[in-house]
């Protein structure tokens, strides 16, 4: 009996196998969303998309961090048609019309209300306890960041203003807990989460909740947002948001994905694609104000030109996004590369 036979054998623990034949790390099935810019934020190419473990979505208030959060579960739910949204709601800032939006079935929502960290902690255990790798489960948290402690609960009820030192240990202790599950189960969780300005003289924003949310989180994504005005009459007609990845295991640190959504039309789904065709030579701009693409056989710039607004259209970006050529410098671009090894042996 060799030695891996006897580790074989003397196992107790139920899912122990070896390393090239293990099912937690076969090749993650990735839900790519209707948003290529999201697609590259998940996933570090235009094939992108959502893939299981933690996932938190951090910034101000009023950030779209929910609406991104339902994005996820729509894109989910709509590849697996028995998937099941499991949405934890801490601040009730979420309307019915939201899923409608997001042409989410809310028959096919479970939503459970919390008030504080222990309560949200032993619900989501008693839930991923139960079940079995192959049920299709997405989980939002809106918001992990608005949740008190049991402790500052009770000490509000009993009238006492002592300061609650418990709940940055009791989030540690919930993350501990969920993480393996998470990956074991094949399940995507999606959290919203707050920022804060550190004090020093070039301030950074800090996701707030301690090391807990931060060192569990398979992906962070911090929202910060731009107003977009309307050229002619100055009025506000959206916000453009900035993704910046803070933490990824599939996409480059610090890279930044626009997202522009306006209060009619909601979602732009080409959003930021511009920028990355005229860097990678896809599209040029022949004069002032006008774009055209650009043919990656023969070098010749197309004859029809188009305004920026009306290149929002299948018409002008599918030729484009099928192209091998600009998936592979979005890849290039924005995936980690993890193929070469660390170290290489110098004779």
Not at 273 to 292: F, N, R, T
Request: net charge neutral; aromatic share 10%; with cysteine.
């Amino acid at each position: 009996m060799s030695v891996l036979d006897k580790i074989k054998k003397n196992s107790s623990i139920k899912d122990a196998a070896i390393l090239a034949e293990s099912k937690f790390f076969t090749e993650k099935d990735m839900v790519s969303t209707a948003v290529p810019a999201m697609n590259i934020a998940l996933g570090g190419s235009l094939d992108g998309g959502i893939t299981p473990g933690l996932n938190t979505w951090a910034g101000p208030s009023k950030h779209f961090k929910t609406g991104l959060c339902l994005l996820m579960a729509m894109a989910y739910m709509k590849k697996y048609p028995e998937a099941v949204l499991l949405f934890y709601d801490s601040e009730f800032g979420t309307p019915q019309s939201y899923f409608k939006s997001f042409d989410i079935d809310m028959h096919r929502v479970w939503h459970t209300p919390i008030k504080n960290i222990e309560e949200f902690k032993f619900d989501l255990m008693q839930q991923l306890e139960n079940l079995d790798r192959g049920d299709k489960v997405i989980i939002i948290v809106d918001s992990v960041g608005n949740l008190a402690s049991k402790k500052e609960v009770d000490d509000a009820i009993d009238k006492k203003s002592v300061a609650d030192m418990t709940r940055a240990k009791a989030l540690k202790s919930l993350y501990r807990m969920i993480t393996p599950y998470l990956v074991m189960l094949d399940i995507p969780m999606h959290q919203v989460n707050h920022t804060y300005k550190t004090h020093e003289m070039f301030a950074k924003d800090v996701m707030s909740g301690g090391q807990g949310p931060y060192l569990s989180s398979d992906n962070i994504y911090f929202v910060g947002r731009q107003q977009d005005k309307d050229k002619k009459t100055n009025e506000i007609r959206g916000y453009n948001f900035i993704v910046t990845i803070e933490k990824s295991r599939h996409v480059k640190e610090k890279s930044k994905i626009p997202l522009e959504v306006l209060f009619e039309g909601g979602i732009n789904k080409w959003s930021g694609l511009m920028d990355m065709a005229l860097e990678s030579g896809h599209v040029v701009k022949p004069k002032q104000g006008w774009y055209a693409k650009v043919d990656q056989e023969t070098g010749e710039i197309s004859d029809k030109n188009f305004r920026l607004a009306d290149t929002n259209s299948k018409e002008f970006w599918n030729s484009i996004l099928e192209d091998q050529k600009f998936k592979d410098y979005v890849t290039k671009k924005y995936r980690l590369v993890s193929e070469n090894s660390i170290l290489e042996d110098d004779e």
